[in-house]
Each structure stands twice: as structure tokens, then as C-alpha cells.
Nanobody, 119 residues
Framework: QVQLVESGGGLVQPGGSLRLSCAASGISVSVNDMTWYRQTPGKERELVAGITTEGSINYADSAKGRFTISRDNARNTLYLQMNSLKPADTGVYYC?????????????WGQGTQVTVSS
């Protein structure tokens, strides 16, 4: 059974930092493309940062220079270090794993963790 469990969200003041974690079981983060998404009420989920199996990384323009995605293969965990947080970063953050198979792309999602940036 595949599980992705996000943690590390919370309430933080503007300018603060948070480190999100996504602990995986049933899959290996090293052989999946891993992505962080954010969702706010009334909007679709938007990509925040992603890392491929080869280690290629991409960020949303809003995250560049402030967020860092990484993974620890030994701990089978994906991370998102978020610095200089802004109220616009508020939302539910989800991690997603993606892997191509003979039948198509297989995606798994976590349950999300709430991040609120407010003074």
C-alpha cells in the first residue's frame, strides 16, 4: 500500500520559514518524480517545486529563490524548505509521486498539510 504523509505545516509570520516533509512508504522517492503542489480555496492545485528521478529540479516563479526542494533517499522522504514566506504562500501543500509504467503514468498524492502565513 502506497502512502505519502506530509507534515511540517503550520502558522508562521511573514518572513518566517517552514520545512515540509513528505514521508513515503510503498514506493521509493528515488525512482519517482516527486512534486510539491499548493492549493488555495477556489483555485486549482498549482505546482510549487518538482524533482525528477535524475535530479532535475524546477520551481514555480513564485518559489524561485525562496524555496528548496530536496529528497533523502535513505529516509525515503521528500522535503520543501520554505524561507521568506509571504501571505500568498498560504494554502494546503500536497506531495505527489509520479512514475511511468507500461499502463501509463501512476500518480499518488498525500493528504496535504496546511501552511498559513499571517501576522
Amino acid at each position: 500500500q502506497v502512502q505519502l504523509v506530509e507534515s511540517g505545516g503550520g502558522l508562521v509570520q511573514p518572513g518566517g520559514s517552514l520545512r515540509l516533509s513528505c514521508a513515503a512508504s510503498g514506493i521509493s522517492v528515488s525512482v519517482n518524480d516527486m512534486t510539491w503542489y499548493r492549493q488555495t480555496p477556489g483555485k486549482e492545485r498549482e505546482l510549487v517545486a518538482g524533482i525528477t528521478t535524475e535530479g532535475s529540479i524546477n520551481y514555480a516563479d513564485s518559489a524561485k529563490g525562496r524555496f528548496t526542494i530536496s529528497r533523502d533517499n535513505a529516509r525515503n522522504t521528500l522535503y520543501l524548505q520554505m524561507n521568506s514566506l509571504k501571505p500568498a504562500d498560504t494554502g494546503v501543500y500536497y506531495c505527489r509521486s509520479s512514475r511511468s509504467s507500461w499502463s501509463g503514468v501512476i500518480n499518488y498524492w498525500g493528504q496535504g498539510t496546511q501552511v498559513t502565513v499571517s501576522s
